[in-house]
T-cell receptor, first 109, second 110 residues
Framework: AQRVTQPEKLLSVFKGAPVELKCNYS??????LFWYVQYSRQRLQLLLR??SRESIKGFTADLNKGETSFHLKKPFAQEEDSAMYYC???????????FGDGTTLTVKP | DTGVSQNPRHKITKRGQNVTFRCDPI?????LYWYRQTLGQGPEFLTY????????KSRLLSDRFSAERPKGSFSTLEIQRTEQGDSAMYLC????????FGPGTRLLVL
């Protein structure tokens, strides 16, 4: 069974502080992992995917297969990073995606 | 092409009525997905099309739910005999590789 767990519903940091949003998964196979972001009053959009190994808006995420984790990190949070973040998983066939329940990040000035 | 569009954006209906939602994907995308999202939860997969073929359906998609994508372009999601528990945001996404989401249709069943 596919499962994605985001243990923090809410996360609050001050501007300029490092931030880490946690994501753990279970999947019997080689998954594709994603982070999606939803800013206030906007639609859900892809932030990054593990196979791209790129940094988007200063965010990075490393797939740790041993710990089955895909935590999202940013060294210096900005106020515009305040949003809802979802971790998601899909199989190689790019069909069904399983989402976590999201973490609301608030970056305080 | 301004992205994935969904209509209507909001729907209020009485229990027992049928409702139909439409999704227009990005034109060159051959994959189309439906999800349901309730408050405090992430999107839950409902079903997935590649062109006009419905390739996967969730167990969440009871007999009251049906989805079609007749010509491999737009898709419709119909809920028959709605129940209060069907109240949710219904999201559509399309992709070639990356999923692009629509704004959703918010359903309230009274």
């Amino acid at each position: 069974a596919q499962r994605v767990t985001q243990p923090e519903k809410l996360l609050s940091v001050f501007k300029g502080a490092p931030v880490e949003l946690k994501c753990n998964y279970s999947y019997s196979g080689s998954p594709e992992l994603f982070w999606y972001v939803q800013y206030s009053r906007q639609r859900l959009q892809l932030l990054l995917r593990h196979i791209s190994r790129e940094s988007i808006k200063g965010f990075t995420a490393d797939l740790n297969k041993g710990e089955t984790s895909f935590h999202l990190k940013k060294p210096f949070a900005q106020e515009e990073d305040s949003a809802m973040y979802y971790c998601a998983l899909s199989g190689i066939t790019a069909g069904k995606s399983t989402f976590g329940d999201g973490t609301t990040l608030t970056v305080k000035p | 092409d301004t992205g994935v569009s969904q209509n209507p954006r909001h729907k209020i209906t009485k229990r027992g009525q049928n409702v139909t939602f439409r999704c227009d994907p990005i034109s060159e995308h051959n994959r189309l997905y439906w999800y349901r999202q309730t408050l405090g939860q992430g999107p839950e997969f409902l079903t997935y099309f590649q062109n006009e073929a419905q390739l996967e359906k969730s167990r969440l998609l009871s007999d009251r739910f049906s989805a079609e994508r007749p010509k491999g372009s737009f898709s419709t999601l119909e809920i028959q005999r709605t129940e209060q528990g069907d109240s949710a945001m219904y999201l559509c996404a399309s992709s070639q590789e990356t999923q692009y989401f629509g704004p959703g249709t918010r359903l309230l069943v009274l």
